[in-house]
């Protein structure tokens, strides 16, 4: 999985991970061959959901990022092929509406007016 950068991801990492409490972020581009890789970002990107992982399955993918600790890890998926991983330890806790607010700050989708 490679790692973007540049000022916008910085920023969208940046105000993500104050927003949610995590520890840190990693904004991923997504090829075709790196879904097999790992499932849970595979899963984030083409169900378009956010995902939430604990123990063992966020560590995983935290070593996959070379992030420094993983014990949980909060995937938002962002069109067409960006998933924000955010990884600590205040991401188990985090309540579902703030889930929903962060995956709907980086959703493809506008409001109608």
């Given amino acids: 999985m ?8 910085d920023a969208i990492q940046t105000e993500l991970k104050r927003f949610t409490g995590a520890d840190q972020a990693r904004l991923v581009h997504v090829d ?3 879904l097999n890789a790992s499932p849970a ?4 990107l083409t ?9 063992d399955e966020a560590r995983r993918l935290g070593d996959a990022l070379q992030l420094e600790e993983a014990p949980a890890a909060l995937l938002l998926p ?8 955010l990884v600590g330890e205040r991401l188990r806790d ?4 703030r889930v929903d607010a962060a995956a709907a700050l ?3 989708e506008r409001p109608r007016r």
């Fill in 94 to 97: 985090l309540p579902t509406e």
């Fill in 41 to 44: 970002v595979a899963d984030a």
């Fill in 78 to 85: 962002m069109r067409p092929d960006h998933v924000l991983v």
């Fill in 47 to 55: 169900a378009e959901l956010a995902i939430r992982l604990d123990g």
């Fill in 32 to 34: 075709d061959a790196q």
């Fill in 106 to 108: 980086l959703s493809p």
């Fill in 2 to 9: 490679a790692i973007t950068g540049g000022a916008l991801a």
